[in-house]
């Protein structure tokens, strides 16, 4: 089992920063990613990391934007998010899979993961 928390949401203003940070325990050497799901649209994947993080995917929309990182002796996986727009508005989610295999395709699904947080709020002003 793994639990994750997530936290570091907030409400900022565009171009503004943030870093999302989500403590996991449990079984936690796994493939993660982060997720957001804004109102009335489906949740989509942020990014994903490798269980050491030697790989990474981004989705198209935020990419060159957000860095994810992990940082395994504190069993925590980041997501550094600049130059936020208000369209990043959303509940962003931590997920972390069962496999230690990272493949590109899987780490953008969502069905791969199988212990998600609770979710912390992101707001962006424009």
């Known amino acids: 089992q793994v639990q994750l928390v997530e936290s570091g949401g907030g409400l900022v203003q565009a171009g503004d920063s943030l870093r999302l940070s989500c403590a996991a325990s449990g079984r936690t050497l796994t493939n993660m990613g982060w997720f957001r799901q804004a109102p009335g649209k489906e949740r989509e994947v942020v990014a994903a990391?490798?269980?050491?993080?030697?790989?990474?995917y981004y989705a198209d929309s935020i990419k060159a934007r957000f860095t994810i990182s992990r940082d395994n002796a504190k069993n925590t996986v980041y997501l550094q998010m600049n130059t936020l727009k208000p369209e990043d508005t959303a509940v962003y989610y931590c997920?972390?899979?069962?496999?230690?295999?990272?493949?590109?395709?899987?780490?953008?699904?969502?069905?791969?993961?199988?212990?998600w947080g609770q979710g912390t709020q992101v707001s962006v002003s424009s």
């Open positions: 997920a972390a899979t069962s496999s230690y295999i990272f493949t590109y395709t899987d780490a953008g699904r969502q069905s791969a993961y199988h212990y």
């Open positions: 990391i490798s269980r050491y993080g030697s790989s990474t």
